[in-house]
């Protein structure tokens, strides 16, 4: 018998062929296979089917997407970070001894934005966005904190209106979440509320600049001075501001300082995919000194393969997005980005006024710049769910997405928006366009909760229902169905949702996502 392997089986790359699951072209009953992929399309028919995907999307140029997406308004931006980005897509970032132009960016862009916040002597990492850069805050809080003070049971002390992928980091990481609520009227957190929360188990205490929801900032200096007065580490989220607010102040604007030069402040995160115009993802994480940094990395050379050090959660990765963020930020440079902040500027001073003469809107407390949250009050001068959002459902009929924010612990219903240089052209149509949606609004009917979905949603327990049970409560409260599984108009169903325990929201919603991925 020969020692040699058997051939394999085409079709092995789906499984073996068995009497259940019949060969390729074979006439025997059995099992749907899973088709293999194609022999090949041609690549301008690919690239022509993936533009008709892209048709059903929201637009991510143009001013009229006030979510997810920042536009600069300079097409030759777009040009040059696709450029850049091919140029070092195939640079495996993981191993810089081997790539060295990896860590000539890093350190550039890192650099940049150390100098750029007023901490050149602060030290960080390229991260794939936000997230990860909360991430790595929150790990190497805990690990300094565990280290150093030798707690074991780590808490994590935030406002109610920190960015959920602290919660998310928390969830990971295994750390309890005290969350501060913050002020009703202003929606910024309450230094005193904050500071009185801090106990021996508190590793990091957060602040925001500005919060995501409703664009305010919280009083940094107050945050991180009570911090430091217990010896707690306490992280600044400027995934936001902390590539705008800078700018924003050389265009004369005041600006409260909110960044490591602040007394107390020990780590920052920013994004460069927001107002840094770099695409998705790159961030920058910074702290005050290599010391606490060194808390962030994961090193292992316990098994007989390379030795591994990851600065990131990610080991592999492109080089390209660095490549590009390195690129976008020596070509707009210092007066470029000022430039453009000065745009963003201006669109919120057209907007505001706009909105604030809006019957029926009310701006939620005071933006720090590029984010604007606002409510829509019903007869009796109250924030109404239901005219919330059925304004945003008009809008979206009308080419706009403003994105609904729910109720939450006493804080109204809103409509977020996210404010681009591109922005600027489109303040008069969006304030027309925002007044007939807010018209059309008070006509529709009023938005209700069926009392028998919310009598069945309270007898549901998040941490029993099976699969089955949960997707005959997505139908039954009309998700679930169609191609992507979304009605035509969302407000029936954001409205459940605000009823909703959070709990309970948080498995509905987990579920509904995966019901939109099928394989």
């Not at 020692?3 to 019949?22: I, L, M, Y």
């Amino acid at each position: 018998m020969s020692s040699r392997p058997s051939p394999v089986p085409a079709e092995s790359a789906a499984g073996p062929a068995t009497a259940a699951s019949p060969a390729v072209g074979a006439d025997a009953p059995g099992p749907t296979r899973v088709p293999a992929l194609p022999a090949g399309r041609p690549a301008d028919e690919l690239l022509a089917e993936l533009r008709a995907l892209r048709g059903a999307d929201a637009p991510t140029r143009g001013g009229r997407t006030f979510a997810y997406v920042y536009d600069p308004g300079l097409p030759e931006v777009d040009e040059l970070a696709t450029a850049a980005y091919g140029a070092f897509a195939t640079v495996n970032g993981l191993d810089p001894t081997v790539f060295p132009s990896v860590a000539r960016l890093e350190n550039d862009v890192v650099g940049a934005v150390a100098a750029v916040l007023g901490a050149p002597g602060a030290q960080g990492t390229f991260t794939s966005g936000g997230t990860e850069s909360i991430l790595l805050a929150v790990k190497t809080a805990r690990d300094h904190a565990r280290s150093v003070r030798g707690v074991t049971r780590p808490e994590l002390v935030l406002p109610s209106t920190a960015h959920a992928a602290f919660h998310k980091a928390a969830h990971y990481l295994g750390l309890e979440t005290v969350t501060v609520p913050v002020d009703p009227l202003t929606f910024r957190a309450v230094a005193s509320d904050v500071a009185a929360a801090i106990t021996e188990r508190t590793v990091l205490v957060v602040a925001s600049a500005p919060s995501y929801a409703h664009g305010v900032l919280d009083p940094v200096a107050e945050i991180a001075g009570a911090a430091a007065g217990r010896g707690v580490l306490c992280h600044v989220d400027a995934c936001i501001g902390g590539w705008f607010l800078p700018f924003l102040a050389r265009t004369g604007r005041t600006v409260e300082p909110f960044g490591l030069s602040v007394p107390g402040v020990t780590s920052v995160s920013v994004d460069l995919h927001k107002y840094g115009y770099v695409d998705k993802g790159a961030s920058v994480i910074l702290y005050r000194d290599a010391e606490l940094r060194r808390h962030q990395y994961f090193a292992y050379a316990g098994w007989p393969g390379y030795p591994v050090v990851n600065p990131t959660v990610q080991g592999t990765k492109s080089g390209g997005l660095l490549a590009q963020a390195w690129a976008v930020l020596n070509h707009l440079g210092e007066d470029g980005y000022t430039a453009l902040a000065g745009r963003v500027a201006l669109a919120a001073d057209r907007l505001l006024p706009g909105l604030r003469a809006t019957d029926g809107i009310r701006v939620l407390g005071e933006p720090a710049g590029s984010l604007v949250a606002f409510t829509v009050a019903g007869a009796d001068g109250a924030p109404d769910l239901g005219l919330v959002l059925h304004v945003a459902d008009e809008m979206r009929e009308r080419g706009w997405y403003l994105q609904p924010q729910l109720s939450f612990d006493g804080l109204p219903p809103n409509l977020h928006l996210t404010l681009t240089p591109a922005t600027v052209d489109r303040v008069d149509a969006l304030l027309a366009d925002l007044a007939a949606s807010v018209a059309a609004a008070r006509t529709n009917e009023p938005v209700t909760v069926d009392p028998g979905t919310a009598e069945l949603a309270a007898t549901l327990d998040p941490d029993t229902l099976t699969p089955e049970d949960v997707a005959g409560f997505l139908a039954f409260a009309g998700l679930g169905t169609g191609e992507t599984g979304l009605p035509t108009r969302m407000a029936p169903v954001l409205a459940l949702l605000d009823a909703l325990p959070p709990r309970l929201k948080e498995r509905l919603l987990a579920e509904f996502i995966g019901s939109l991925f099928r394989v």
